[in-house]
């Protein structure tokens, strides 16, 4: 984990998969990695928090990214992980467990690694993304963490409503490449 | 920082709690004074704590308090001096020298680098009065702006205010033997743990007994600590009383009454968090009795009572809740007034059937007032109504108990902590439910006609009278098929009852309230969460939240029905 900071522009990732697709939150925000227990489902909540979970004494909740880009529910497996991340919700640094079909490895990318992501053929809106991590032949979504746990679930449903594709074209024109690159 | 490596920010922050806890502390030493003008030590210990101001407000640059706090110093040197005399309209001046202190340290704190100009004018007053007494008796050195000796402290130091452990809202003193206590604890625990880590690793040496007697050990100091823990949370509760002198003093000023506070109780401790929530519910009640309970002067000798009117603040524990009482002197709940404005209110149909005990209860009823004019004091009208909030948000109650002519008596009963409720575990599908003990009546077997009905609620016959009923499952939308029979908690919530059904009764338990975190910002009918004893995560059932849902339904259902 320490190696991030000595290498110059260097930054590590977590990769996991969800989906059938492949995501990356900068290391630094993963605080660790836990096998899937029962969660503890809190009725009248979206459908993309989980519910929570017992973390040595602390109530945390559980996301479930895949409900929240509005596709479905994730099913729990063997490999089911729960990613303790640190993430700011409304100013405040907050700890909230994010679930993942797997967890892949630790990759390293350069400024020259990570290209700013497409307006569209994503499963996840560009504003929700720190860019496209080239790891070999696969990209590898950068999700943006504190605008994925703080936005609502809404925010993701046109899409999905929509089709990625129709709401892209519709964004294109408010929100060039240029300002994505900015933004990443 | 700056270039000598002061973090400016922690003495600001450092001067303004202890600033703040020396107005605490001249404020009840003023209202002494009045009570015992010739005392030297008050005299003194006031003369310390204006001198503590100035000097704190000149190390962290706040000049305007600084200035303002001399002043006072002058004064007070005066009086010191006996070239003054003990005043009611200097202690009400100095007592205001205190709220403008106030005023300025907040103004400073947020920023301001002019002093307000309400603070210059009252320094006018201020150095006016010094001056008076400077010329009157004419014994003193002329002119006001004479500085008194600074830096020490009165002999006879006798008068020592209660108030060591005043608790404001994000910091907490914690007596320093408590905490090494706290420290040898974890220590002991590192050691037991590491005791308990050898036997497992070496299981085949080890028996069984042997492990679970290691495992005893690490337990007990665990509980220890966790006694130690919530122990450390408890404060004395006098700070919170002392300052009501103040409170009732000027407000018996302001109505032309005369009335002085008794306390009693004060070292009994209670948790922290209790002491936020009934610090305005307290100021609402010392109020009110003033304004409603006790009688003006010529009043209460013509009823045979002394002049000076009492009002009475009282601590005590009593089987695991702390009671606080706050009495009076005065004439007691009017009743007769009560009803009638009750009734133009439309709060109760008949004058004449209001008892007394309905009388008590109408006036925790919202927006009920029988003040005749909106005074300053009370009379809009939400002093008892925010009062009995208050205490039951912190799951207490409020009783209140009154004789014609002989005073009031309101009672409040708080749980001594927050962080530990009594707990009824109850089971749906796969969850674990935890309903507050106290909400608790009774719980029934849910009759077999009523568990083939399929509605989400209904009403049910306890012992001839109608009880609306919820099931939790089809409430949170639980889903998982019925069990064959069901149970029905019965709940109480103020003066509703109502059923809860579930699938399974677990039984009681001690029940550590976590919250549910900023993620999830107040879900409908859930109060917190808690840790069952196998690691998961229980949630905690808002008695309150459910019953108005239930009874809304339940409204509901009857229209439909009809």
Not at chain 2, 5 to 12: A, K, S, T
Not at chain 2, 252 to 264: D, H, N, P, S
Not at chain 2, 346 to 367: I, K, M, N, Q, S
């Amino acid at each position: 984990m320490t190696q991030a900071t000595e290498a110059d522009d260097r930054a590590q990732y977590l990769s996991f998969s969800l989906a059938g697709g492949e995501y990356g939150v900068g290391i630094l925000k993963v605080k660790e990695i836990l096998q899937y227990e029962t969660v503890t489902r809190v009725p009248s909540t979206p459908r993309s928090v989980r519910g929570v979970i017992n973390l040595r004494g602390q109530v945390v909740a559980v996301v479930d990214l895949a409900a929240k880009f509005g596709l479905p529910e994730t099913e729990v497996s063997r490999l089911t992980c729960i990613l303790i991340v640190e993430a700011r919700l409304d100013g405040q640094d907050t700890v909230v467990g994010v679930m993942a079909d797997a967890v892949q490895e630790v990759i390293e990318l350069g400024p020259a690694d990570v290209e700013p992501a497409p307006p569209f053929g994503t499963a996840v809106k560009v504003d929700f993304l720190l860019g496209m991590g080239k790891v070999g032949k696969r990209f590898v979504l950068l999700l943006d963490l504190d605008r994925v746990i703080s936005a609502d679930e809404k925010e993701f449903a046109r899409d999905a409503a929509t089709g990625a594709l129709e709401a892209a074209l519709e964004a294109a024109p408010e929100a060039p490449a240029g300002d994505a690159v900015e933004a990443a | 920082m700056d270039e000598l490596g002061i973090d400016r920010e922690l003495l600001v922050q450092t001067f303004l709690a202890e600033a703040e806890e020396t107005f605490g502390r001249m404020e009840q030493a003023l209202v002494a004074l009045e009570a015992r003008p010739g005392d030297e030590a008050i005299l003194h210990a006031l003369f310390r704590d204006a001198h503590t101001v100035k000097g704190g407000a000149a190390l962290v640059g706040f000049d305007g308090v600084r200035e303002l706090a001399h002043d006072l110093e002058d004064v007070l040197e005066r009086l010191r001096g006996r070239s003054l005399g003990v005043t009611d309209a200097l202690v009400t001046l100095l007592l205001r020298s205190v709220d403008v202190l106030r005023g300025s340290v907040a103004a400073a704190a947020a920023g301001a680098r002019e002093e307000p100009a309400a603070a210059l004018a009252f320094r006018r007053r201020l150095a006016a009065a010094a001056q008076a007494a400077g010329s009157a008796p004419g014994a003193g050195e002329p002119g006001a702006s004479s500085s008194p000796a600074g830096g020490h402290a009165g002999p006879g130091d006798a008068y020592e205010p209660a108030g060591p452990a005043h608790a404001s809202a994000r910091t907490l003193r914690v007596d320093v033997t408590k905490l090494d206590r706290m420290l040898d604890l974890s220590g002991e625990i590192a050691i037991a743990r590491g005791r308990l880590t050898d036997l497992l690793e070496q299981r085949a040496g080890a028996g069984a007994e042997q492990l679970l007697e290691a495992h005893r050990e690490a337990d007990r100091l665990y509980q220890d600590l966790q006694e130690l823990i919530t122990k450390a949370r408890m404060v004395p509760i006098g700070p919170t009383f002392h300052p009501h002198a103040r409170t009732v003093r000027d407000a018996a000023a302001a109505l032309g009454k005369r009335a002085r506070l008794v306390v009693e109780g004060e070292d009994v401790e209670v948790d922290t968090a209790v002491i936020e929530h009934i610090r305005d519910p307290l100021t609402h009640m010392v109020r009110n009795a003033l304004d409603h309970g006790i009688e003006p002067p010529d009043v209460r000798r013509a009823r045979g009572k002394a002049p000076i009117g009492t009002v009475v603040l009282r601590a005590f524990h009593e089987a695991g809740s702390m009671v606080i009482q706050v009495s009076d002197d005065g004439a007691g709940l009017d009743r007769a007034r009560i009803a009638a404005r009750a009734v133009a209110q439309g709060l109760a149909p008949d004058a004449a059937r209001v008892t007394d005990e309905e009388a008590g209860r109408l006036v925790f009823e919202p927006g009920f007032s029988t003040a005749d004019a909106v005074t300053e004091l009370s009379g809009r009208g939400v002093g008892m109504d925010v009062v009995r909030r208050n205490v039951e948000a912190l799951r207490g109650s409020v009783a209140i108990r009154s004789v014609p002519g002989a005073g009031t008596e309101i009672t409040i009963r708080v749980p001594l902590t927050l962080a530990i409720i009594q707990g009824f575990k109850v089971g749906v599908a796969a969850e674990t439910f935890i309903l507050p003990l106290d909400a608790v009546v009774e719980c029934l077997e849910l009759p077999t006609e009523e568990c083939a009905a399929s509605a989400p609620c209904g009403i049910l016959n306890v012992r001839g009278a109608p009880l609306p009923y919820l099931r939790l499952r089809d409430h949170f939308g639980l889903g998982g098929a019925r069990p064959g029979r069901e149970n029905v908690v019965v709940v109480r919530h103020g003066a509703h009852t109502a059923g809860v059904t579930v699938d399974a009764l677990h039984g009681e338990s001690s029940t550590v309230v976590k919250p549910l975190g900023r993620m999830f910002g107040g879900v409908p009918g859930i109060s917190g969460s808690s840790i069952l004893g196998n690691g998961r995560v229980a949630l905690i059932l808002d008695v309150g939240g459910l019953l108005r849902e239930t009874l809304r339904r339940a409204a509901t259902a009857e229209a439909n029905a009809a």
